[in-house]
């Protein structure tokens, strides 16, 4: 297959592209950067350098991925955060919509990313989301039902377009675990907040399985959350981690410091989610790491 994919440069997108190459498919990533670090030396493998997508990039694509989006964590929500937020998220979305309108030979499928925040956050609530469920009403839950709702605007027949919500991808080498680890090896891990709050997470491995599943048919839904079918509270992940580096997980950060640092933004570890892949599964997708443990296991050692 010819694949595009727009965010490609990033953990997922990096990781995608080596998988998809394995595969023998073609790869074109869309980056604004114009001289990217290259994943592969592949000849299957093209960088197309630009600010905005347009319908010649995209003739006779089989598929579009779009993961593109500014990195929302670790950084304070200001005015300004929130429009680059949105910008390229929505607005890049829009962009891609309207590429897509003005083919003569468009992609069959836009696989287009979104993000678990669209059920909301919540520090303690034991509520369990799936793709059925109602969007949450706080930014995150606003910002990410704008973003799908961008898709809406496809005016062919051709392109078929599937919603896949991300939850926290476990990987050493970036997201929230390679953060955390560093932490928890000087003995100073342990839960955030009320350690209540739900983390939706997902192996490396299985989210980039669960993409490629998703190209492969047509597929019956066109929401699906791409998290493991057994989240956590923050304080089993942090008892699990603690565990899998043989170091105590008992030094609790206040939610306060991080409301301190980060306003508003420190939701996104202060507040989370419990989130089922229900679609992927009733479609029969098999996860390789389901458990916590064994996620972790096979990722640190």
Known sequence: MKIGISGGTGLIGSKLTQALLERSDEVFIFTRNNNPKRISESKLLHYISTKSIESSDLEGL??????????????????SAKE??????VDHTRNIVDAINSCKNPPALLLNASAIGFYGSYPDSKLEFNEDSPQ?????GKLCANWEVATSGINNKKTKVILARIGIVLDTQGGALAKLVPIFKSFIGGPIGSGEQGMSWIHS?????????????????SVFNLTAPKPRSNYQFSKSLGKALQRPAIFPTPSFALDAIFGEGSIVVTQGQFVLPQNLQAEGFEFQFPELDLALENLLQ
Do not use: C, P
């Not at 491995?205 to 839904?221: C, P, S, T």
């Open 205 to 221: 491995q299985d989210i980039v399985r669960a993409f490629i599943f998703l190209m492969e048919k047509n597929r019956k839904n």
């Open 62 to 79: 089989n598929v579009l991925v779009n993961l593109a989006g500014e990195n929302i964590a670790g950084v304070r929500w200001t005015d």
């Open 136 to 140: 949450g009403k706080d930014y995150l």
């Open 84 to 89: 680059k937020f949105y910008k390229s998220r």
